[in-house]
Nanobody, 119 residues
C-alpha cells in the first residue's frame, strides 16, 4: 500500500492550507484514514482521523480550525487547515488502516509533508 501526500508548504499565520493523501495498492477496504504530525523535538501526535462510518476524531488543539474529509471512491483523505498558527508547524504524516481480502488489518504511514506557519 502506498500513501501519496501533497499540499504542504509555507503559510502565514491565520492562513489556510489543504493536505491530500491518496492510498493505492492491494487491499479490500480502508478502515481508517487520517493525519498525525511531528514537530521538532516532540513526539508524533494525532491531528485528525476519519473511520469507515465517517466518524471523526480531532486533537483538541485543532478543533474548530481543521476539517478532515474522505473521498471513498478515490481512497483519498483531505485535511483542510484554517486559521493556522505557528504551533501547527510540523511534518504531517498520512496514516491508514486497511483490511486485506483475508480480513487482516495493516497500518501504513506516508513519508510526510512539511507544513510551516510563519510570517
Amino acid at each position: 500500500v502506498q500513501l501519496v501526500e501533497s499540499g504542504g508548504g509555507l503559510v502565514q499565520p491565520g492562513g489556510s492550507l489543504r493536505l491530500s493523501c491518496a492510498a493505492s495498492g492491494n487491499f479490500a477496504s480502508i478502515n481508517t484514514m487520517g493525519w498525525y504530525r511531528q514537530a521538532p523535538g516532540k513526539q508524533r501526535e494525532l491531528v485528525a482521523v476519519v473511520n469507515s462510518p465517517g466518524t471523526t476524531t480531532y486533537a483538541d488543539s485543532v478543533k474548530g480550525r481543521f476539517t478532515i474529509s474522505r473521498d471513498n471512491a478515490k481512497n483519498t483523505v483531505y485535511l483542510q487547515m484554517n486559521s493556522v498558527k505557528p504551533e501547527d508547524t510540523a511534518v504531517y504524516y498520512c496514516y491508514t488502516i486497511v483490511k486485506s481480502e483475508r480480513a487482516l488489518t495493516f497500518q501504513y504511514w506516508g513519508q510526510g509533508t512539511q507544513v510551516t506557519v510563519s510570517s
